[in-house]
Nanobody, 127 residues
Framework: QVQLVDTGGGLVQAGASLRLSCAAS????????MGWFRQAPGKEREFVAV????????LYADSVKGRFTISRDNTKNTVYLQMNNLKPEDTAVYYC????????????????????WGQGTQVTVSS
């Protein structure tokens, strides 16, 4: 079992920044990658970013490239999502997730392969 606690959301104005954190505990040694997804009201959960735990390779959704940065602190079993230049369309509940299995870039961007999920943190960006 892996427990994830994601924090850092809030209400900000367009152009502002936020940093989300996701702290993992439990059987974290089997983690291959940790990712961030988001879900806006009435929409499906969508991929935001993922980081490979060993090596630190990253992937981003096109909509956040150049604005968001995913990083990790291995010593703290924590992954971060630095979000800059936030836009109203970034408004959503953000979830972190872990997966033990590797995969193609396409697979890493799909929510189905992730084993554990955080409870979600609300990000609201006003115009």
């Amino acid at each position: 079992q892996v427990q994830l606690v994601d924090t850092g959301g809030g209400l900000v104005q367009a152009g502002a920044s936020l940093r989300l954190s996701c702290a993992a505990s439990g059987r974290t040694f089997s983690t291959y990658a940790m990712g961030w997804f988001r879900q806006a009201p009435g929409k499906e959960r969508e991929f935001v970013a993922v980081i490979i735990w060993s090596g630190g390779s990253t992937l981003y959704a096109d909509s956040v490239k150049g604005r968001f940065t995913i990083s990790r602190d291995n010593t703290k079993n924590t992954v971060y999502l630095q979000m800059n230049n936030l836009k109203p369309e970034d408004t959503a509940v953000y979830y972190c997730a872990t997966r033990a299995a590797g995969g193609t870039s396409r697979a890493l961007k799909g929510p189905g392969g992730y084993d554990y999920w955080g409870q979600g943190t609300q990000v609201t960006v006003s115009s």
